[in-house]
C-alpha cells in the first residue's frame, strides 16, 4: 500500500500563491503517476493535474498557466504551485498516486483545504 500525506493548505487572498507538497511512503516503487485533484462544494471531485515518472504532465484547462506540478522522486514527494488564485479555486485538494500498468490501484491522501477569499 502506498500512504500520501499533504501538507497544510490554508487561507490566502485571490491573486495570492499557495505551493502544496505531498509526501508518498510504503509501497513506492510501484508508482508510476501521481497528482492532485480538488473537490469543490457541490461540485465533483476534478482533476487539477498530474504527472508520470517520467515527468509528462497533464493539467485542467481551469488551471493551465496558473498551476505547476513537478515531482522529486528521490524524495517521492509531488508539489502543486498555484498563483493567481481564483475565489473558485476554493476547494478540499487531494494528492492522488497510481500503481501498476496491468492491476492498477489508485490512492488518495486524506486532504487539505484552500481557501481563496476574494
Known amino acids: 500500500h502506498v500512504q500520501l500525506v499533504e501538507s497544510v493548505g490554508g487561507l490566502v487572498q485571490a491573486g495570492g500563491s499557495l505551493n502544496l507538497s505531498c509526501a508518498a511512503s510504503?509501497?513506492?516503487?510501484?508508482?508510476?503517476?501521481m497528482g492532485w485533484y480538488h473537490h469543490a462544494p457541490g461540485k465533483q471531485r476534478e482533476l487539477v493535474a498530474t504527472i508520470t515518472s517520467g515527468s509528462n504532465t497533464n493539467y485542467a484547462e481551469s488551471v493551465k498557466g496558473r498551476v505547476t506540478i513537478s515531482r522529486d522522486n528521490a524524495k517521492n514527494t509531488v508539489y502543486l504551485q498555484m498563483n493567481n488564485l481564483k475565489p473558485e479555486d476554493t476547494a478540499v485538494y487531494y494528492c492522488y498516486a497510481r500503481t501498476g500498468i496491468y492491476t492498477v490501484r489508485i490512492y488518495w491522501g486524506k486532504g487539505t483545504q484552500v481557501t481563496v477569499s476574494s
Open positions: 510504503g509501497s513506492i516503487a510501484g508508482i508510476n503517476t
